[in-house]
């Protein structure tokens, strides 16, 4: 089944210790997204590539990064976590944008900051 | 700024019952609507989207832009339905620029 795998599903990491976050896809999708979502909250875009077109969201704090090596994976890299980034982060994929363009989500990884 | 808002953030009905769940959008250019849902244990998935004018699994949405709003409806609830709904805005300039806006969701649960 063609599908976007994340990561570990649960990590948990120390507060400032860098830690990073997997998704890979066997869509051969163009366009990969990062979302973060807090409890209660909407997912929240932090950034996403478009081929090797690098996008980020004007909030996204510096402390997130991202990598894509190459079509099939993304890295969410969170270079000092604090408290604040514990939440589920979401990957997900399009093969290009706009309303046709459907978005397919990976299943999550929960980061827990200590 | 664009904006999705779902007021309730649970909903409960009983089987066979109508199920609305409200979304209302803000955005100054031509909006393009979507529904999100996420049953237990399993990821978050398209269930419609307004351009397509598409019924899934007995749901229907219609865009109101008079009143900006974005309702989900099905006339008999089913318990398979329980699950968190998201309401999602897509705004764009084309190119590589689209961004997905949701809403913080609301939780729907069928009982029997």
């Known amino acids: 089944d063609a599908m976007v795998i994340q990561n570990p599903r649960y990590q948990v990491t120390q507060f400032g210790k860098p830690v990073t976050l997997s998704c890979s896809q066997t869509?051969?999708?163009?366009?990969m997204y990062w979302y973060q979502q807090k409890s209660s909250q909407a997912p929240k875009l932090l950034f996403h590539?478009?081929?090797?077109?690098?996008?980020n969201e004007a909030d996204t704090p510096d402390n997130f990064q991202s990598r894509r090596p190459n079509t099939s994976f993304c890295f969410l890299d969170i270079r000092s976590p604090g408290l604040g980034d514990a939440a589920m982060y979401l990957c997900?994929?399009?093969?290009?944008?706009?309303?046709?363009?459907?978005?397919?989500f990976g299943p999550g990884t929960r980061l827990t900051v200590l | 700024a664009q904006r999705v808002t779902q007021p309730e953030k649970l909903l409960s009905v009983f089987k066979g019952a109508p199920v609305e769940l409200k979304c209302n959008y803000s955005?100054?250019?031509?909006?393009?609507l979507f529904w999100y849902v996420q049953y237990s244990r399993q990821r978050l998935q398209l269930l419609l989207r307004?351009?397509s004018r598409e019924s899934i699994k007995g749901f229907t949405a219609d865009l109101n832009k008079g009143e900006t709003s974005f309702h989900l409806k099905k006339p008999f609830a089913q318990e398979e339905d329980s699950a968190m709904y998201y309401c999602?805005?897509?705004?764009?300039?084309?190119?590589?620029?689209?961004?997905?806006?949701f809403g913080k969701g609301t939780l729907l649960t069928v009982n029997p």
């Open positions: 997900a994929t399009s093969s290009g944008q706009g309303t046709y363009n459907e978005q397919f």
């Open positions: 869509l051969n999708h163009n366009v």
């Open positions: 590539y478009y081929d090797k077109d690098f996008n």
């Open positions: 955005y100054s250019g031509s909006p393009e």
């Open positions: 307004h351009i």
């Open positions: 999602a805005l897509i705004i764009g300039s084309g190119g590589s620029n689209y961004k997905l806006t």
